[in-house]
């Protein structure tokens, strides 16, 4: 399996570019989220959805979009891309409703991160 | 006022050491806590999740104390390994999971 697959691993915008990134994950997780991390600041959640179709704010949602069109997949798109979006981008995904409650339940599975810089 | 506040540290200890941080969270709602370690530039990894009458892992203890709302994680006998990142993380609700800003940790000889 491979888990929780980010891509691009690295990506360098012009302000103003748009582009989006992926998470695809493979263990059948009905929830994904988007994190930012930033020197000092830890992750902050982006967006996060909790089944196909479906997608919530979190901490810092604006500057960015997301699309659960598929269970396995979940993308973050930036519009317009800004300085300020340089950062390091998590994936992650959890819960795996066929395995219910048993150990291991809502423990966050990342994917490798992906690092942006707008310049 | 953030939802997760975490003491951003460093922590510097000799090995051998004990040391432990500790995790305030505002919403009295919050139903699940874990505490992940991050290693530089890696992505976080789950050390141990914290159940209600405390849990250890070998030398981690985790404990919860609902009425203040904070979190702990104890580590004995520190080790060079353990110099990582310590995130605690927290489900506030309709599984939106929040982290504090982690804590540094470096164990020196």
């Known amino acids: 399996n491979a888990g929780v697959t980010q891509t691009p691993k690295f990506r360098v915008l012009k302000t103003g570019q748009s582009m989006t990134l992926l998470c695809a994950q493979d263990?059948?997780?009905?929830?994904m989220y988007w994190y930012r991390q930033d020197p000092g600041m830890g992750l902050r959640l982006i967006h996060y959805s909790v089944g196909e179709g479906t997608t919530a704010k979190g901490e810092v949602p604006d500057g960015y979009n997301v699309s659960r069109l598929k269970k396995q997949n979940f993308l973050l798109g930036l519009e317009s891309a800004a300085p300020s979006q340089t950062s390091v981008y998590f994936c992650a995904s959890t819960v795996n409703r066929v395995e219910g409650m048993r150990s291991g339940a809502n423990v966050l599975t990342f994917g490798a991160g992906s690092r942006l810089t707008v310049l | 006022r953030k939802e997760v506040e975490q003491d951003p540290g460093p922590f510097n200890v000799p090995e051998g050491a004990t040391v432990a941080f500790n995790c305030t969270y505002s919403n009295s709602a919050s139903q699940s806590f874990f505490w992940y370690r991050q290693d530089c530039r890696k992505e976080p990894k789950l050390l141990m999740s914290?159940?209600?009458s405390g849990n250890e892992d070998g030398r981690f203890t985790a404990q919860l104390n609902r009425a203040s709302q904070y979190i702990s994680l104890l580590i004995r006998d520190s080790k060079l390994s353990d110099s990582a990142t310590y995130l605690c993380v927290v489900n506030i609700g309709n599984n939106d999971m929040r982290f504090g800003a982690g804590t540094r940790l470096t164990v020196k000889p």
């Open positions: 914290v159940y209600s």
């Open positions: 263990m059948n997780h009905e929830y």
